[in-house]
């Protein structure tokens, strides 16, 4: 049993999921900062998303992203922000469909 879970873990924890980790880990420190607008250097359609649900204590990440998303409309920046109700921090898991079909209608209106 250990040794399943040790194999789970490898491969969970593997060389391709530090570089993602730590790549979404740099993004999110970096744009988390609205002091510095770094937001205004996004040049490309921004999809920005957070679960309804996911406001939490300490965290508030929701409300986070709606006031991004208000700051990158005022600016005139293209994209889209959506909240998907009954949904927390884990949209992938919460709302998979939902989430190919927003990815998929998001790539459809903003071809490169």
Not at 27 to 48: C, G, K, M, T, W
Not at 66 to 85: F, Q
């Amino acid at each position: 049993m250990i040794a399943v879970s040790q194999d789970d873990r490898r491969e969970l924890y593997g060389r391709d999921f530090r570089r993602f980790h730590w790549r979404a880990a740099a993004e999110q420190l970096r744009f988390s900062h609205f002091e510095n607008d770094v937001y205004q250097s996004i040049d490309v359609p921004a999809l920005l998303m957070a679960g309804a649900e996911d406001n939490f204590l300490m965290s508030e990440q929701r409300a986070m992203i709606v006031h991004l998303a208000e700051l990158m409309k005022a600016a005139g920046m293209p994209g889209w922000c959506r909240i998907p109700t009954r949904t927390g921090h884990s949209i992938h898991n919460e709302r998979p469909r939902w989430l190919a079909g927003t990815l998929d209608a998001f790539i459809e209106a903003h071809p490169v």
